[in-house]
């Protein structure tokens, strides 16, 4: 209750100040020295930052804030823009950041300083800000004559800065030395830091008691703290921090709002060797269903235990089962398993189905290959966190690295970072079913249920998008968790969840099932109306001439990782972001050949089906619409030269490029396209009843879920029921408000909600959508078709070119219906938005379009 308190108290506040006074906008050089785009929320959760700092008051009531976000939401992203925002607006030149593990200042590290890691947040050209080059330095203490333009950023964990401040050295940094520098201290994983706050008196000998020493030995000085963690539900804490969150968005808001895994129990009363099995063909099994739909995906596994004893013991009872593994003993499991769960809706349903279909002789072949030992990471023993296993653990989404599984105790519980673990497996049924043991399980959950973002029909998403899909894409949006079948442990485990506020979802689907009215079905609009779509062409060789028809970008910039790799590990003190140059490389033919070589999509026969005018591997090599006018340039430190790459180096630059060309091909070959014509089909062929299946959530509800919505009462809702999201449903309630006016001007209103029936493309191009809603409006002068499509704020820009589409229905001159009069009509209205700015152009486009019957005979030249 206090956590939903204080959640309303924030946001209430701040909704009104930035109504009231002015809602900062966020200046173009934070998104452009950032390698991701902020997500909305990391956006609002900047503008409660700024707005604070703007203030007259901040030195005294804004220089230490929190921002409670849930694991896996950014902070670390945020971290990053309030040090872009606090060196440019503010001149902060000073930072410190600490926390209270080494692995994570390690991540740390590369995330802020590593131009080569994967997970490196700024931009990788190097950060500019209003046409100056900044650079990131990292220090053990700050220089009396700071340079310009230069970021000192000091990282450390707290024990070590505690130690060093409260036990001096010569030369090291101390309170004293400290008294005239502005510093930014930057406090990750912050619920560790409250010793004195929790014991309720104050302690030198606490490292809250160093950290609140060091913020006031300044005016100036900044503390920033960012947690998923911290527990409101202590009088102590609550009363600490009531006034200091400038920013909350917990696990259960980052759930509902599709930035995370589902996360799924499974429970089964098997042996271990058998968990061990059904979890690897869960993972081979999500592997499949990427591949067959063109994703790459690397699933992981991880099999945890409360001992090292047992991890281990497990981890020799995996190998040993997946070196005797053979097909009778898996045809007999599958076929098993199929019998066991042929009339479940169950995950294993469609998994040994799906099995059923497999060279089982092929598939125990890929599982040798992806699950032998080299593939396996435990991480229990002390000579573990080695630099070559810590670099495994932090880069394990990338397709070079090979681990697939893991053995862990509790290591991995605190500033882990992976977005393809997609199985946790819970051995050791012997095990204490502890609150304690339970709520260290919960966290693991939450860790694990960062979304895997996939490339998917040419566009790649940060949220879930199969929610409300009957689509085995939904495997790869799932965590699955598989518990220990104990009552007391699962009774532990949900408590320990619902504190966490980790939603659950059981393995099962909900069925929602919308009807066409039955008096609707008698009409005369349903037996002899028509719904218009626009006529598709093939495409021809002609349509696809060069590479760049496919998007390919042929002046491909690309990063040396080997190079900085390599500098990197020297240990030598350098720049963040170190000193660069770009080079433009040629290939020498044989590179050429040997990248295409490698790599199966681009050998001919493959290659021609998706560029049929190309007539060979050497035209596809030698012509300038090809390979011929393709320039590269690497990004390299200054100290090296072009003779200092390898072949090698050189080969795998040229793959990385082919990998780029391979997604785009794939992604933009299309062998039909729309045109400006429209066809009418009889709505009785189009319009039939549907299912909605949605996944059980058990035992709560979530924000922003499918529903049932009863219309019966509404005649003119063709369905008895809406099976609708909460922003559609307000659309509904949109039309509800104006559907007796609608009723004054037209003899027929019906509103279609269309569930994957009908499909429009757009005009002169390839991509295609499915409005969610279709209005029909028929009077003695006209009928009209009018596309609907309610849209979520974060989608506004992304899918703007639906929205062109739908306007262009009305004012294209070309749009022409075929075998009609010019009395039907094609409209679309503007996307529908909780946005205030967008509902009001709705709601403007809306009635200027619709409500008008001077305006009406003015829209539209469809004929």
Known sequence: MKNEILHHRIQETFQSLLTMDYRPELDEYLN??????????????????????????????????????????????????????????????????????????????????????????????GIVIKGRR???????????????????????????????????????????????????????????????????????RTWEYTINRLLTLNTANRLLEFTATIDLTKDELFYKYQNKIVYQYDLKRFMEDGYSKNVVLLRANESDEEKLLSAILLSQYRKYIAKD????????????????????????????????????????????????????????????????????????????WDFKQETVLNVNSKEFLSEENSLLLNTLESPDNPVRVIFAVAKLNEGWDVLNLFDIVRISEGAPRTKGITDSEAQLIGRGARYYPYCL??????????????????????????????????????????????????????????TLKPGFKKNDFFKNGKIYINRLIETSEEYYQTLEDYR??????????????????????????????????????EILQKGIQRNPFFHFNHLSQYIPHLKSIREFIESENFLGNLK??????????????????????????????????????????????????????????????????????????????????????????????????????????????????????????????????????????????????????????????????HLLEKDKWKQDFLEQLSEDPRVE???????????????YSREAREKEEFRNDFKEKLLSQKSNLDVGKNN
Do not use: C
């Not at 497990?314 to 070196?323: M, T």
């Not at 598989?482 to 485990?493: A, E, F, G, V, W």
């Open 32 to 125: 452009d020295n950032l390698n991701h785009n902020l997500r909305p929320y990391q956006e609002e959760a900047l503008r409660h930052f700024i707005y604070t700092q703007r203030l007259d008051s901040a030195d005294l009531s804004f220089n230490h804030l929190l921002f409670h976000m849930a694991t896996g939401s950014g902070k670390t992203m945020v971290l990053a823009s309030t040090i872009l925002y606090l060196f440019y607006e503010k001149g902060k030149q000073n930072f410190i950041f600490f926390v209270n593990s080494d692995a994570i200042i390690k991540k740390t590290i590369d995330n802020l300083t590593n131009i080569s890691s994967p997970k490196y947040l700024f931009n990788r050209k």
């Open 552 to 589: 390919v970008n042929l002046a491909f910039e690309t990063t040396l990782d080997s190079v900085v790799e390599q500098d990197y590990r020297t240990g030598r003190e350098r720049l963040g972001n170190v000193e660069r140059k770009e080079i433009e490389l040629f290939f020498t033919k």
């Open 293 to 368: 739909n063109s994703i790459q995906l690397k699933p992981i596994i991880m099999f945890k235990s409360n001992t090292i004893k047992k991890s281990n013991e497990v981890n020799g009872i995996f190998n040993d089962l997946i070196e005797g593994l053979n097909t009778p003993e898996l045809h007999r499991l599958i076929k098993k398993g199929s019998l066991v769960y042929s009339k479940s809706q169950s995950i294993y349903q469609k998994m040994y189905t799906y099995y059923l279909t497999k060279d089982l002789e092929e598939v125990i072949k890929e599982i040798k």
């Open 134 to 204: 900044v650079s990131i330095r990292v220090v053990n203490s700050f220089p009396e004559s700071p340079a310009d333009n230069t970021i000192y950023l000091k990282l450390t964990t707290i024990q070590k800065l505690h130690k060093d401040l409260t036990n001096p050295r010569e030369n090291g940094m101390t309170f004293e030395t400290l008294e005239g520098t502005d510093i930014v201290l930057l406090a990750d994983e912050a619920h560790h830091m409250n010793a004195s706050t929790k014991a309720q008196k104050e302690d030198e």
């Open 457 to 514: 029909e040419g566009e790649v998403s940060y949220r879930r998008r199969q929610d409300y899909n009957v689509s085995d894409l939904k495997v790869i949006e799932t965590l699955h968790y598989h518990t220990i079948n104990d009552n007391s442990y699962i009774k532990n485990l949900q408590k320990s969840l619902d504190a966490a506020q980790i939603q659950i979802k059981e393995d099962s689907i909900q069925e929602f099932r919308a």
């Open 817 to 831: 219906i075929l075998n009609e009069n010019e009395k039907v009509r094609l409209l679309g209205i503007k996307f």
């Open 632 to 793: 590269i340039y690497v990004s390299i430190p200054s100290a090296y030269e072009i003779e200092d790459l390898t072949p090698k180096d050189q080969l795998d630059i040229f793959e990385k490029f082919l990998r780029h060309a391979e997604d785009s091909i794939k992604n933009n070959f299309m062998k039909q396209m729309g045109t400006p014509e429209f066809e009418g089909y009889s709505i009785s062929s189009m319009i039939k009843d549907y299912v909605v299946q949605v996944n059980q959530v058990s035992g709560r509800t979530m924000g922003d879920i499918i529903r049932e919505r009863p219309m019966r009462q509404h005649d003119w809702f063709i369905y008895d029921k809406a099976i609708v999201n909460s922003l559609e449903s307000d659309m509904i309630d949109f039309i509800i408000e104006y559907v007796e006016k609608l009723q004054e001007e037209y003899e027929e209103v019906y509103l279609i909600r269309n569930e994957k029936q009908v499909r429009v493309t757009e005009i002169d191009g390839v991509r295609g959508f499915m409005p969610d809603f279709l209005l029909y409006l028929k009077n003695e002068q006209y009928t009209y078709q009018v596309f609907m499509e309610p849209k979520g704020a």
